[in-house]
């Protein structure tokens, strides 16, 4: 698959489910023609046959390789970053949940979520925006999972798909800093997750990103009962050059320990 479709398919999915990705895309692009998209995060369970290894597979096969390794032990969460050989191909983050680090009830439940994908599902790129690939689960075995995990629960409910787009404040001619452009999405209506700041990085470190809290959707959970989860959300990055001039290329594990937070329930809003 050619990466322009890869990203096509994600961009697809990610904006039915999200209300705000394309007005927020919109309010850049309009004077920025030039408008590139930083990364893009999945999110996955240490659970065959959706591991993260099982889905890395195709990121290789698409030219990316690994760049580095980021472990969020509170979250119980693995990750690795990912870089594409052409310089300017977006990033891509790609963490995994360790199932088999939460209590037993909740490793039952994911286990038998996992059951339902069959292995040969894993087989093409398209994994990336399958979504749920089991039956909905009822509102209990959500607030199950959300009492131990908010990252469990909203996999179990959003499955695989892109968690985030990320827009490049380097890319864009206007505003050409981070605090500007979250002013432009703030006065546009969205609001931001402030844990740890709105701001998250600094200069000095390479990297500041913000993002903004997930838009919520109604589901219907297997009881019947229709009820709002937090979906997905938008983040705005911005990039410093290094010692050696080159933009810093990686990712900042305090920093994406809160912007994981931008799909819990019980968020602060500004
Ligand atoms: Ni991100």
Request: glycine share 6%; with cysteine; charged share 15%.
């Amino acid at each position: 698959m050619e990466i322009q479709t890869f990203f096509h398919q994600l961009w697809q999915c990610y904006a039915e489910l999200t209300p705000q990705a394309a007005p927020i895309h919109a309010l850049f692009a309009a004077d920025n023609p030039l408008l590139q998209n930083d990364h893009v995060a999945f999110r996955t369970l240490g659970l065959q046959p959706i591991t993260l290894l099982a889905l890395e597979t195709h990121l290789l096969r698409l030219g990316y390789h690994r760049h580095a390794a980021h472990d969020f032990p509170e979250k119980k969460l693995h990750a690795w970053s990912y870089v594409h050989f052409r310089r300017g191909e977006p990033r891509i983050f790609l963490s995994e949940l360790q199932v088999g680090a939460l209590s037993p009830p909740n490793q039952a439940l994911l286990t038998a979520l996992c059951g339902h994908v069959a292995p040969e599902r894993l087989a093409e790129p398209d994994i990336f925006w399958a979504g749920r690939l089991w039956p909905m689960p009822s509102w209990a075995a959500y607030q199950q999972l959300q009492a131990e995990s908010e990252y469990a629960a909203w996999f179990s409910v959003m499955g695989l798909r892109p968690n985030h787009f990320t827009i490049s404040i380097n890319s864009l001619r206007t505003p050409n800093t981070l605090a500007a452009a979250v002013d432009r999405v703030r006065a546009a209506g969205f609001a931001f997750n402030t844990e740890g700041g709105v701001i998250k990085g600094a200069p000095h470190l390479g990297l500041e990103q913000a993002s903004t809290m997930a838009d919520p959707v109604e589901l219907i959970f297997a009881d019947g009962d229709a009820h709002q989860v937090p979906g997905c959300y938008f983040e705005l990055a911005q990039r410093y050059p290094q010692a050696n001039g080159e933009l810093y290329p990686g990712f900042i594990t305090a920093s994406a320990d809160r912007i994981f937070e931008s799909t819990h329930v019980r968020e602060a809003r500004s």
